[in-house]
């Protein structure tokens, strides 16, 4: 009985599949996927995936493993494949390369949707910071990755790190055989995602560093596919998923996914390699934001906003994010942006030289007290030390290396400047100024010893607690307090959109300026419009 009801059961089996098999027909879809795991965990994982766009499309669909990025690349002009699963900084050199013939679809929302960029090192290595690695060895993964590569590279240039400060450098291609290799000791430090990294702490492996949440992957679809398909897709993955789809993958759900999602990626792109993939269409309306810290923070932060305008004024608002304060003078004075946020002093050396026009002043700014936001709508820098340091005084200041961010920073530079002129000071003949270009550049440079002293904006300290060790530094003063942030329009061509912008940002919801980490944005006077202005005379 037992056998007969066996036989019956296994038999029933395979007529479901059979009967399964049958309802699918045409030709088969194929799914490109390049992937840091091996052959049978993409298949396990990506299965039940597979499994439902074959439901929803009534057809065969298959999986196709590329070895590398350049098989992949070639087997898309081979047109052997139909959607893609990638991580961000793939999708982008694709986009590229192909243009038009790669089209975003979805992405990942909930659960592990997004992960980060890691360091990482072996317990017992004595490497508790990123500066700890200087002339170590180093390993990452291949150039066009996302999170072993151009993330990573981009974490150390922000702490002005090269790869010429380390012994060695390989390209070790998988995040396994990375962190397999800082496990043994081959190497004192890799990079991957932090999915990758979770899978080894227990045996010993340590991370050191994050960078900012970036999504795992994002699902694209090529143009040899008909629309209706495609619709047909998109529709179900944005749909109640399978509980089996969301365990597999880890997440919550699928969301729309844009092109512009990316825009971040394609800015670490640029000033890693050097090649700018960032295009504006000519109704974009662009915001050069200053660059007072990484591409990732600013892209978390003000991002959001632009949205937020896109969907309120229903034109579409991008992000412009020069290299450095130099770039961003040059972009707004030759009037190639539409709007511009940037520190006061900034603004009035720019309003000399094109009629920007301030829109709004900000109100609040990042701290160290527990509520993450403080401060109205003045702002002031400050003056560190490391706590070791024989300078306990600002007369101890004379005849010694100072790091300053920029001489267009107003956190970083003006503020202390008025402040030390008060106290009768001259800062280009009592002291030895180094221009470091950004605030944590600055910090990191005093806790190095590079410099002795160094002018950061007050709320700096917060943001780049994580990157060295705080108890080290001390504030030896504090500079002269500026009007905060004008939020500016730059091309007034539109004068019903530059009055609605206005309104906007003036009544911005708290969501978005939490994650702006403002408090608000307080309508300009005139008496406003008249310090900014002066401040570039000082």
Same mark, same amino acid.
């Given at each position: ?289 200053l660059p007072l810290y990484s ?28 290299k450095n304060f130099e770039e ?54 400050? #003056? $560190? /030390?490391?706590?070791?340091?024989? %300078?306990? @005084?600002?007369?101890?200041? *004379? !005849?010694? &290396? ?49 410099a002795d002293a160094g002018f ?47 309104? #906007? $940002? /003036?009544?911005?919801?708290?969501? %978005?300026? @939490?994650?702006?980490?403002? *408090? !608000?944005? &307080? ?16």
């Open positions: 009985m037992i056998l007969i009801f066996s036989i019956s059961c296994s038999k029933t089996k395979e007529e479901n599949i059979k009967t399964e098999s049958e309802k699918l027909s045409g030709k088969p879809v194929i799914i490109g996927i390049l992937s840091e795991d091996s052959p049978q965990v993409i298949y396990e994982k990506f299965y039940p995936l597979q499994k439902y766009i074959e439901k929803s499309l009534k057809k065969p669909v298959s999986i196709e493993i590329a070895r590398d990025f350049n098989d992949l690349e070639k087997k898309i002009k081979d047109n052997i494949l139909n959607l893609l699963i990638v991580d961000p900084a793939t999708y982008c050199e694709l986009k590229w390369s192909m243009k038009n013939n790669i089209l975003p679809l979805v992405k990942p929302e909930g659960g592990i949707a997004e992960t980060r960029s890691v360091f990482i090192t072996k317990e017992g290595k004595n490497i508790d910071k990123i500066f700890d690695s200087l002339g170590k060895k180093l390993a990452l993964g291949d150039e066009k990755s996302s999170f072993s590569y151009l993330i990573p590279l981009s974490m150390l240039k922000d702490v002005d790190i090269s790869l010429k400060d380390f012994k060695s450098v390989d390209m070790l291609q998988k995040e396994q055989r990375i962190a397999l290799s800082v496990l043994i000791g081959d190497y004192d430090i890799g990079a991957v995602s932090e999915l990758t990294a979770n899978k080894y702490l227990k045996d010993g492996l340590k991370i050191i560093r994050y960078s900012e949440p970036t999504p795992r992957f994002l699902i694209a679809h090529l143009n040899n596919i008909e629309r209706d398909e495609i619709e047909k897709i998109k529709s179900y993955l944005l749909a109640q998923l399978d509980k089996e789809v969301l365990k597999s993958l880890d997440i919550e759900k699928f969301s729309y996914a844009e092109d512009r999602d990316f825009d971040y990626i394609r800015v670490l792109i640029r000033n890693i390699k050097g090649k700018d993939y960032i295009e504006y269409t000519p109704k974009t309306i662009k915001v050069a934001i591409p990732l923070t600013i892209y978390k932060r003000y991002d959001p906003l632009m949205r937020y305008l896109s969907e309120k004024t229903g034109y579409e608002f991008k992000l412009v994010i020069p961003f003078i040059q972009i707004v004075s030759e009037g190639k942006v539409d709007f511009s946020y940037q520190n006061p002093y900034v603004f009035s050396i720019v309003s000399k030289r094109y009629p920007v026009k301030a829109l709004a002043i900000t109100i609040g700014e990042d701290c160290t007290q527990e509520e993450g936001i403080c401060g109205d709508e003045r702002f002031r820098g400050i #003056i $560190i /030390t490391r706590k070791d340091s024989n %300078i306990n @005084k600002i007369e101890d200041l *004379k !005849g010694k &290396k100072i790091m300053i961010v920029s001489p267009t920073s107003a956190g970083g530079f003006l503020s202390q400047k008025i402040y030390l002129e008060k106290k009768g000071f001259n800062l280009t003949r009592d002291f030895k100024l180094i221009d470091a270009k950004r605030q944590e550049k600055v910090i990191i440079g005093v806790y190095k010893g590079e950061i904006r007050e709320a700096a300290l917060s943001v780049w607690s994580d990157e060295v060790d705080i108890s080290k530094i001390k504030i030896l003063d504090y500079g002269e307090y500026l009007p905060n942030w004008p939020f500016s329009v730059v091309r007034n061509r539109n004068q019903e959109l530059t009055a609605k912008v206005k309104e #906007i $940002i /003036t009544n911005l919801e708290p969501d %978005i300026l @939490k994650k702006a980490k403002i *408090k !608000g944005f &307080k309508e300009v006077t005139d008496k406003d419009v008249a310090t900014l202005k002066k401040l570039s005379n000082k």
